[in-house]
């Protein structure tokens, strides 16, 4: 069960232009393509009881998709800690765009997220890097988004494991755009597109890339409780 | 200016070991080690005021070494969001033995540090998996270490970007000893041995290690300060 | 598909123990079990026509697995540049035990596989020191096997983009036993168990983890024909 | 000592604008960098005898540069053997521009090399994404380069051990041009600038990073003769 995660406020505030490209919120736009591609999930969002992730949702998720820029500091160190055991113990997890700074992407990568931006609605070109990787099946050798907020270099990132999509903007900029990482038995997916003023999660190619990672992040058997340090007497 | 922080207890504890092997503190042995090797460095530990690390110290320093065991819980949050900026800076930062659960590990790696355990004495070779890596150097195939406490696999920490030690025990088990990651602009080694009843850092070659580290860890340029998003409106 | 290429020369040599533990060959002991699980697969071996590995064959093959000792130089750089063409196109490839030493392994990898060894039939530990992988579905935290050779490090090879498997030995060596490589769109695996005096490949948690690097190996898409540069005229 | 080769046919031939920019060869251009910096090194080009590297000159060198292109071919497989063996017993090898296809660049790292590849004069933007490496010391967020061959992906490489800079084209492409690895005891690290029909080598910056490659591909230690297996027959 995959679990669509939205902070849901830019939507929701008059004037922004979110409201009119997602009246409905990003999270709608994400389940109806994962709805095509027949792929189990719900939506929840921060205004909703508990964050939109009490106990019995987040323990039966095996995907967390997260997108959040405004409220970072409104999640609970409490919930933080519960999404990071989650994902030691296997859960996916698929970071959004402004999500860099997101409490959880900082407590999973311990580096500060930071990077520089800009909103012209500039081009940008996603290109792969990593034409073999599963978050990159069926697409050409790169998408490209006519109009997005850059991001550029330097991205204050672990190294990712595998870098999947490094982008290009018009304006002269480069991005590790797509970045991959395992952190216990979870696997986490950070995808730059998405900012809120433009229409990038209607675009096609973005969907089949967030359902690639939907895929890819699933995890291969049953999630695990928290790991501890065990004493273990036994002698071989 | 390396600084070895010490949480110095388990030292001034009657009747524990370590008040034997180590009766001036951990942190008094190395600082003997590195001051043969001519290192600049001082010493810090948990009773000093501010814990030993108050901002002058702290913005001194280039490696930070860190010996925690029975007091993780009494480093508050606001000393490990210093040390975590100025690891991101530049500083280097040397996790010793059970520092696998001080906060400083779990925030800069994002994993609980957790591993099997087990304290009989048994004997343990470290064996170089990377010899060509300066942390190495000087050292044969492997060191031997008559009397240790056991740290056993799975070890809870993201794959290291470079794997330098894997260790042998007696008892049958086998443990990622000497692990390097970069954060930011910072340099950080975990090094497994150095249990406070057993003199493991009376041992020359675990001398050399550490002395290799101090040097491996130490930045190439000024430490910057804390990173944070910029806006950048210039056009290519 | 996959093809099981075995060398196939020590196990039809009288005397060698291989003779006895496996008298159709160790392929034909993978094949049963990958019957077992429903795995598509066929056997070839080094005195076949053509080594075993014509183009119809090889052009037909999704995952490779190899097993050699005796006779690597037998092996044509021709059919070598075949398999790497193959391999980075997307096949993938998974080396047994003394193939460290065949000539695609040093070719995909670029090191010598060097390291060493003893042959004592002493018992040998397969820690699982990355429990989410795969590749380790369906294990406990070891495999333990009573009589193996010994190979202890340092092992020439690339850093592992992940490291699944390290090995303990009575003798007091360590070794990393399961690596994974990504080259190209190919995924290779090394495991070390397998020597021909020692029943390593009628143990079902062995074949359970050859299982698991079968379809780990498996490309998700198509094989790409042998890349190569590419002049692009197009402006942007 | 650092030995810079330098193919040489280029700059030799007549009407090929290297012949203008580089009229004594790329090589020294770069001894002059390599002169002010007090970089003790020689220089060595294709058509001398033994190739320029005779075995008393490879035997003293710490760090090998090399830049290739028309004639790839002609180097025989037997000094890439030598190159081979010396880069994984502790020598650094600094691959320039298109020796992306050089036979060294293959045998030690696995993969084609191929990419994508444009000559129009267009500018090219050096991306600094690890701040923090001695290889980006001293330099600003970027480099630019007025006029530069573009360089597409995919390229055809095993993924970085460390990834210091990422190119931006002026056409729209992206490339990952600054890329290290070890293998072996040895560094490598491949420079993406540097076509013969640019000044790219009298760039001062781009001196500064061939400098600072110099340093950081520099051994630790003496070189070590070629590795190969050996047995153990020690028991603990």
Redesign the interface.
């Known amino acids: 069960m995959i679990t669509i995660w939205n902070e849901y406020r830019s939507e929701r505030t008059p004037d922004n232009p979110a409201a009119e490209l997602y009246p409905e919120g990003i999270h709608t736009v994400l389940s109806s393509a994962f709805a095509q591609a027949r792929l189990d999930h719900r939506t929840a969002y921060l205004d909703q009881p508990e964050y939109g992730l009490p106990d019995p949702v987040l323990e039966n998720t095996d995907v967390l998709f997260w997108w959040g820029y405004l409220a970072h500091d409104e999640i609970p160190d409490a919930l933080v800690d519960r999404i990071?055991e989650r994902v030691?113990g296997?859960m996916g997890l698929v970071l959004l765009h402004s999500s860099h700074?997101a409490k959880v992407f900082k407590?999973?990568?311990?580096?500060?997220?930071?990077?520089?931006?800009?909103v012209?609605g500039?081009k940008e070109?996603l290109?792969?890097?990593?034409?073999?990787h599963?978050i990159a099946?069926?697409l050409g050798?790169f998408v490209e988004l006519p109009q997005a907020e850059?991001y550029?270099?330097?991205?204050?990132i672990?190294?990712p494991?595998?870098?999947v999509f490094?982008?290009?903007?018009?304006?002269?900029?480069?991005f590790?755009s797509g970045c991959c990482?395992?952190?216990?038995?979870?696997r986490i997916f950070y995808f730059r597109p998405g900012h809120e003023a433009f229409p990038i999660y209607h675009n096609a190619q973005v969907q089949q890339i967030l359902i690639n990672a939907a895929r890819w992040a699933t995890?291969?058997?049953p999630i695990e409780p928290?790991?501890?340090?065990?004493?273990?007497?036994?002698?071989?």
Request: overall charge negative; cysteine-free.
């Open positions: 990071q030691l296997g700074h407590r999973m990568l311990g580096t500060s997220g930071s990077l520089t931006y800009r012209r500039e070109r290109w792969v890097v990593n034409p073999g599963p099946a069926g050798a850059m550029g270099e330097p991205f204050d672990p190294q494991d595998e870098l490094v982008s290009w903007f018009e304006g002269g900029e480069v590790r990482w395992q952190r216990g038995r979870g995890p291969a058997g928290p790991v501890t340090s065990r004493r273990d007497d036994a002698l071989e």
